[in-house]
């Protein structure tokens, strides 16, 4: 059983900068996959980045460029840099587990944290 906790949402100006913060605990870090998910009322749960165990990245089109995807094991922490933000990029921000490999699709994901809001204003 894993938790996952998110972190590091608020109200920021377009063109400003985030940094989300995921906190894992209750399971072998490093046995999962991570990923971002976001979810804008209205609107499905859409996929923003995910990191390999063995630290690949894979971006959405919509950030590339953008959003930089992180993990550091030895903290049991994955980390989400959004640069250039949007009034677009406004969403729930979650992260997400999957044993063992990540997956672009939310439903294949194992653990899920709360979410953390993101509120980007013009």
């Known amino acids: 059983q894993v938790q996952l906790v998110e972190s590091g949402g608020g109200l920021v100006q377009a063109g400003g900068s985030l940094r989300l913060s995921c906190a894992a605990s209750?399971?072998?870090?490093?046995?999962?996959?991570m990923g971002w998910f976001r979810q804008a009322p209205g609107k499905e749960r859409e996929f923003v980045a995910a990191?390999?165990?063995?630290?690949?990245?894979y971006y959405a089109d919509s950030v590339k460029g953008r959003f930089t995807i992180s993990r550091d094991n030895a903290k049991n922490t994955v980390y989400l840099q959004m640069n250039s933000l949007k009034p677009d990029d406004t969403a729930v921000y979650y992260c997400?587990?999957?044993?063992?490999?990540?997956?672009?699709?939310?439903?294949?994901?194992?653990?899920w944290g709360q979410g953390t809001q993101v509120t980007v204003s013009s």
């Open positions: 997400a587990a999957r044993y063992t490999s990540i997956s672009f699709k939310a439903s294949e994901y194992d653990y």
């Open positions: 990191v390999r165990r063995t630290g690949g990245t």
């Open positions: 209750g399971g072998t870090f490093g046995n999962y996959g």
